[in-house]
Each structure stands twice: as structure tokens, then as C-alpha cells.
């Protein structure tokens, strides 16, 4: 399970803004802020969360195999 503080050091480390996650994983703002704020598995549907993890590991970051959402590949 990825985690929502995962999710924000993902982010972090390839220098992109909350806004700027939203754009590329095609996902409301209110959508990150939910995913980044929650201490378990990120409070968003799973095709968001499906969005951005894609969009995070487009440009490098990456997730162990057993961290993937539910449902996804």
C-alpha cells in the first residue's frame, strides 16, 4: 500500500509542486492535498490514486511492487 507520505516525498524528490502533480496526473488539486494528508492509504478513488502514482513514476520516482494501489499494475 503507498502511503500519502509517499506519495509527497515522491513528489518532493522530482521537484514538483502540489499543482504541478495535479496538472500531469490529470486529478484535482483537492484530490493531492487528500493523498498527501492522509497517514495511512492515501483518502482518494483509486483511479486517482492509479493518476498519480503513474504520473510520479513517469518521470522516475518509484515504488516497490507491493506498495501498488489496489486494483492497479
Known sequence: MITGSQLFKARISIG????ELAKRAKVPLSAVARAEGSPGEPVVTIAQLNA???ALRAV???FPPADL???GT
Do not use: C, D, E, M
Not at 514538483?16 to 499543482?19: A, R, S, V
Open 16 to 19: 514538483w509542486t502540489p499543482p
Open 69 to 71: 494501489p489496489r486494483g
Open 60 to 62: 522516475g520516482a518509484s
Open 52 to 54: 498519480l502514482v503513474q
